[in-house]
């Protein structure tokens, strides 16, 4: 029996994709996309985020391995012939068309009739609220409106799935941050799943049911944005993944972790006694306290106020730097103590596969130790 509710809608099964002899863009890339969620494609320039969303609208085909679209295997169904539309980076607008023109493009091409067309745009339109907006031109219309029509055009035919590359970069901070909560909105609205590339971390946080986190052709990490941020599986999520203070140490035994020359209790566990390990603390989750009643002292090396918060960089006596995000003011030059939670503490494991960490992680739960 084939349930195409509960079956992923996309899944990707070993799947690389390499031109002549460079390196791999993709390398035997495999996941799993659920019906109605928002997903996005994190990571730098050239980790093989757009590769992905390319394959998925079938604008090229896979070297290696195959993408199934509800248990099908597309990789050379043309794009055209897939239940998926793509929001790019520049809207692809065309400025010779005003906004219902735009919008109806598709629906021309595909020989609808005028009357049935009419009702779809329309209610597209009103969908990313640009209901009366028909007429417009598109030069008259500003960033976060072209935006929209892209939008409005992708949704017009309710695809299954909407790719969206990039679409807010070229927008302002202020209107950035206003498309986020529309699209959030919109994509929760619609019931279809959006799949959306950015570099952007804090976007990425924001607006995803689900990261998937790329570094040279390769998924780092998957999952909530609050596992990924609370449980990078390596130095590379943790770094990309919001600010880090990433220390070496050594896993002592369960629970018991020693870094900057002192044991610290944890909630780390399964690991082998006395293996080397990277610690990572998040700078908010360090308090500043007085350097007898700190767990660690710190010199303060640089302060900068951030509107909200103090961001305070400082070392410890084993040569550590430690960023600190904090309300209370430092001194530069001074000593200050800092303290934090055994919760705070994430120990990562060299070389750990995402299936290792993830069996690792359900052990705590097993066993009432969970972050």
Known sequence: MNDMTSQPIIRFERVTVQYDDDPPVLRDVSFEIERGKFYTLLGPSGCGK??????????????????????????????EKRQVNTVFQDYALFPHLNVFENVAFGLRVKKMKSADIKVKVREALRFVNLDGYETRRISEMSGGQRQRVAIARAIVNRPEVILLDEPLSALDLKLRTEMQYELRELQRRLGITFIFVTH??????????EIFVLNEGIIQQSGTPTDIYDEPINRFVADFIGESNIVPGRMTRDYLVEFAGKPFECVDRGLTPNEPVEVVIRPEDLEITSPEQGKLRIKVDSQLFRGVHYEILGHDEAGNKWLVHSTKKATVGEEIGLTFEPEAIHVMRFGETEDEFDKRLEAYGENGHVK
């Not at 590769?51 to 248990?71: D, H, V």
């Open 50 to 79: 757009t590769t992905i969303l390319r394959l998925i609208a079938g604008f090229i085909e896979p070297t290696q391995g195959n993408i199934y679209f509800n248990g099908t295997v597309v990789n050379r169904v043309p794009a």
């Open 200 to 209: 952007d971390q804090e976007e990425a946080l924001a607006m995803s049911d």
